[in-house]
């Protein structure tokens, strides 16, 4: 930026040494001084490495203010000992990392770490051979040096590998030809990471509404500055597309554009579509990348080289150079929360980032967040609405299957009504989807002699039987043993019974009732990132009858002969004392049986509940999304839950019961007198026990204006200091209560 750039410390500038914060990717609350030795320039933002007692260190010159670092004798200081060659974070993205440190009360070191994933980046990537051809030719031809010459006839340095792959030939060939003059070598920059993306490539056809919706994004990324806009939108209904054209806009103005999705959305279907729009993949960023590849995405997006960057929630800390559009896709998704070190909401954060920034944010979702919803009410948010499907395609009829009259036969989970309508769509050569957010066979095992249930040793939480792998299961801390034969507690055999179902058991039933039909497990343990690929490819092909899966499965896939969904357990969600369980019930069967006819087919979607009644189950089959809106925010402002109240989460763990609990009643008498904020607890959480961890809660609770970051610093001063095994987890704006 023109104002890091103008700053610049100096040695030489002032014929002193220079002092400047440094910021140092470690759990810091403050920047440290370091001296900058003479003939060495930084700037705000630099990238640098540092001593710290015995290890040399990266870290981040910063601002002079809250981070800086103390006044101190320059003599008694140590001196940075290099400048990395790349460029430095911009003032809009170091005010965003002390903005979210603020907000989070994280340490500022943790936070900046987040932008600073890939240390090997931080020096320039090193220059690729090219060959180009010379007027020489080989002094005897073959068919592979033919294809080879043609090729590079273009007049253009290519790369060995490049060049032979085009050509169809091994590396050997270009090296024999290299060999005898045929090409001149230069060394020239390595290729980006994707192609830049074309705006123009394949323009598509809109409807009237899908344009109307277009045209209003085009018009706020024309007119630039910061605003929020949300496009709530039918699942099928093209939302996709319509983004599309506010990316395309943002491009043309030669801005760089995030693209955030849940990390299980990000999935090839999505790049693919992509592609097909722009003529070349966005770059793709989350955790399953290889090293190198994250260490190339971080390099070229902060040269500006990457343009369009599709990424999951981390993707917020890359260190744009000219970002100018954030599109945050599925928006209610609780994916976006991160809740480990640095506590943060990545929507909310991206709001924040681009008004940090002066640019436009684009929230999508078919079931939006109640805040979202109230924002866009308010207007504080520019609501924009497609209310139909794209094209021919309808929405699927929905109905309740009523569990107390409809019964599964014993022993079994799945209502004779529901396996029905699974035979027909089958029997029509269409596909039926069943399912079921609980991974593995079972969520409990227990001793029929006995009653012995398996716990884990280190969790209050059961073991989860998972048949495929013959194991019982931690889903919190990833303990696992085989299945046994006999009671541990009695020692009886073969009379160990699994209590209730979990995916796979569902599967077995389906098996059970089509034996032919082809059948195929999603979930998240049974599979990595490259096998999930391939099972939705020959889902949307049509090779698969009947899809039994997770959460998996509600996130944007078309599936074009999908017209049968079923939702085992559609209650499941309602009863662990969340204040957002209905509306997140909500918002995911309404994703999931919105997986049904997306290409015109006749289709529906069949929930299985004991609660028929229930506001969520009627709000679903009615269609009527309106009035579990209208329900769900009057029961929040009535209650000053948020968006109308504020909450934080204080979680006290430690390897013993009193020492947390002791903590977390010092803590609850240090929290100060304060109007409109109340403190709730100390309490065992849920989760009583979790890795070996005692926990306790705190719940602090007060209004949408209360100071809750100043209420909570308060508390944590005055309180006792952790010692021992004692940890404090804070958590501003909480999404989970376990």
């Known amino acids: 930026m023109m104002g890091d750039s103008m700053d610049l410390f100096a040695a030489e500038q002032t014929g002193r040494a220079s002092v400047v914060p440094v910021l140092i990717p470690m759990p810091a609350e403050r920047a440290y001084s370091y001296r900058v030795p003479p003939g060495m320039a930084v700037q705000p933002g630099s990238v640098v490495q540092v001593p710290l007692g015995p290890r040399q260190v990266m870290g981040v010159v910063w601002d002079e203010g809250p981070q800086g670092g103390d006044r101190v004798d320059p003599a008694k200081l140590r001196d940075i000992t290099h400048v990395f060659d790349c460029p430095p974070l911009s003032a809009e993205m170091r005010a965003f990392l002390d903005w979210v440190s603020a907000y989070t009360l994280s340490p500022p070191g943790l936070v900046a770490r987040m932008a600073l994933r890939a240390p090997a980046a931080l020096d320039p990537e090193p ?44 590396t050997s060939v270009i090296d024999g030809l290299a060999g005898q003059g045929v090409f001149e070598t230069s060394f020239m920059p390595p290729p ?95 955790s399953d990348l290889a090293p190198k590849t994250r260490e190339k995405v971080w390099r070229q997006v902060a040269e500006g080289s990457v343009r369009v960057v599709a990424g999951a929630r981390s993707a917020l800390f890359l260190p744009f150079q000219t970002l100018g559009l954030i599109i945050v896709d599925e928006e209610h998704d609780p994916a976006y929360k991160q809740e480990d070190r640095v506590f943060y909401h990545a929507r909310d954060m991206a709001v924040v980032r681009a008004r940090l920034g002066a640019f436009p944010a684009v929230l999508v979702s078919a079931t939006p967040s109640v805040e979202s919803r109230v924002n866009g009410e308010a207007g504080r948010y520019r609501a924009l609405h497609l209310r139909t499907r794209f094209g021919a395609a309808a929405m699927p009829d929905l109905s309740l299957i009523d569990m107390r009259r409809h019964p599964p036969a014993r022993g079994g989970f799945i209502s004779p009504v529901l396996v029905e309508k699974i035979g027909q769509a089958v029997e029509r050569g269409e ?235 010092g803590l609850r008498q240090a929290a100060p007198a304060t109007t409109g904020i109340s403190v709730l607890g100390p309490a065992e959480a849920p989760l009583a026990l979790v890795r070996g961890r005692h926990r306790f809660r705190l719940l602090v609770h007060g209004r949408r204006t209360s100071d809750m970051q100043g209420f909570v610093r308060a508390m944590i001063k005055a309180g006792p200091k952790p010692r021992g095994t004692v940890h404090v987890q804070l958590d501003i704006d909480p999404q989970s209560f376990l």
């Open 127 to 170: 220059m690729v051979e090219g060959l180009r051809l010379t007027e020489t030719r080989p002094e005897r031809m073959t068919p592979a040096r033919s294809r080879v010459l043609e090729i590079a006839a273009d007049g253009l340095f290519w790369t060995r590998s490049g060049l032979a792959h085009a050509a169809g030939v091994s």
């Open 192 to 286: 980006p990471m994707v192609a830049a993306p074309d705006p123009d490539h394949a323009p598509p056809v809109l409807d009237a509404g899908q344009r109307e919706v277009a045209d209003a994004l085009i018009d706020t990324v024309a007119t630039g500055g910061f605003s929020v806009s949300l496009i709530d939108g039918v699942t099928g209904s093209g939302k996709t597309e319509v983004y599309f054209e506010a990316i395309a806009a943002a491009v043309k103005a030669g801005r760089q554009v995030l693209i955030l999705l849940p990390e299980i959305a990000l999935t090839a279907t999505f790049l693919a579509r992509f592609e097909a729009r722009f003529g070349a993949k966005p770059a793709a960023w989350h």
């Open 431 to 665: 596909q039926a989807l069943l399912f079921l957010n609980r991974r593995g066979y079972a969520p409990l095992t227990l001793c029929r002699v006995c009653g012995h249930r398996f716990q884990c040793p280190n969790c209050s939480s059961w073991l989860v039987e998972h048949r495929f792998r013959s194991q019982i299961q931690c889903h919190h801390c990833g303990y696992h043993e085989r299945t046994p034969d006999a009671c541990p507690e009695c020692g009886t055999l073969d009379h160990l019974v699994a209590c209730g179902p979990g995916v796979e058991r569902i599967a077995e039933e389906i098996d059970s009732h089509f034996p032919k039909a082809r059948t195929i497990v999603l979930s998240s343990d049974l599979m990595g990132v490259k096998r999930l690929r391939l099972e939705l490819e020959a889902i949307a092909k049509g090779e698969v009858d009947i899809v039994v899966g997770t959460q998996l499965v509600a996130k944007g896939h078309h599936f074009p002969k999908m017209t049968c969904v079923g939702i085992v357990d559609a209650d499941i969600g309602l009863s662990n004392g969340d204040p957002r369980a209905a509306e997140r019930t909500f918002q995911l069967l309404n994703q999931v049986t919105g997986r049904a006819g997306r290409t015109g087919l006749k289709s529906q979607g069949l929930i299985q509940t004991y609660q028929p009644q229930h506001p969520v189950m009627q709000a679903i089959v009615s269609g009527d999304a309106q009035a579990f809106y209208d329900r769900e925010i009057g029961e929040r402002e009535r209650a000053i839950l948020p968006p109308f109240g504020r909450l934080a989460s204080l979680i006290i763990s430690a390897e013993t019961r009193a020492e947390a609990e002791a903590h977390a009643r």
